[in-house]
């Protein structure tokens, strides 16, 4: 949708200038990075884990989180999505490094945060309907931002 990736863009585009001036007023009390040893780490062989548990995230997703919602698919979404969350982390913290196990990463990351948000808005409003909640509200309450704590 274009909204979305106008919405992308800007986020994208207020991010970039905010860690600029962060990293221009804290230049001095950022830490030396180490090089990269991933002495002890298994080789990314398996791939199965990570291609069946990214068509499990599109499914629940899909399934339970898509146009339609309700509270209890909601919570069966965030079930789903925090086990899988638990189960790449300790594949994640013993494997090396590769793209498509940072994509999933990344997919569960957003995943929570769409959950979150969804089981924050008690309307139906715009095209998603919520079935525990099918009326509009009169007032769109602003409300604080889940991001800080995604995986809890």
């Not at 068509?55 to 899988?84: C, F, P, W």
């Not at 590769?98 to 769409?114: Q, V």
Request: glycine share 4%; charged share 30%; with cysteine.
């Amino acid at each position: 949708a274009s909204n979305s990736l106008l919405e992308a863009l800007v986020y994208a585009y207020r991010s970039f200038e905010y860690l600029k001036r962060f990293l221009k007023e804290k230049q001095s009390d950022i830490p030396e990075i180490p090089e990269w040893d991933d002495s002890g780490t298994l080789s990314a062989d398996e791939h199965v884990l990570i291609t069946h548990s990214l068509k499990e995230v599109k499914q629940t997703m899909g399934d339970y989180v898509g146009i339609v919602r309700s509270n209890q698919r909601l919570e069966r979404a965030s079930k789903r999505i925090h086990t899988i969350f638990i189960e790449i982390e300790e594949f994640y913290k013993k494997t090396k490094v590769f793209n498509k196990l940072l994509e999933l990463r990344n997919l569960i990351t957003c995943s929570h945060i769409i959950i979150k948000s969804a089981k924050l808005r008690e309307e139906s409003r715009g095209l998603h309907f919520t079935i525990d909640y099918p009326g509009k509200l009169p007032d769109l309450e602003v409300k604080d931002t889940i991001i800080e704590n995604v995986h809890s």
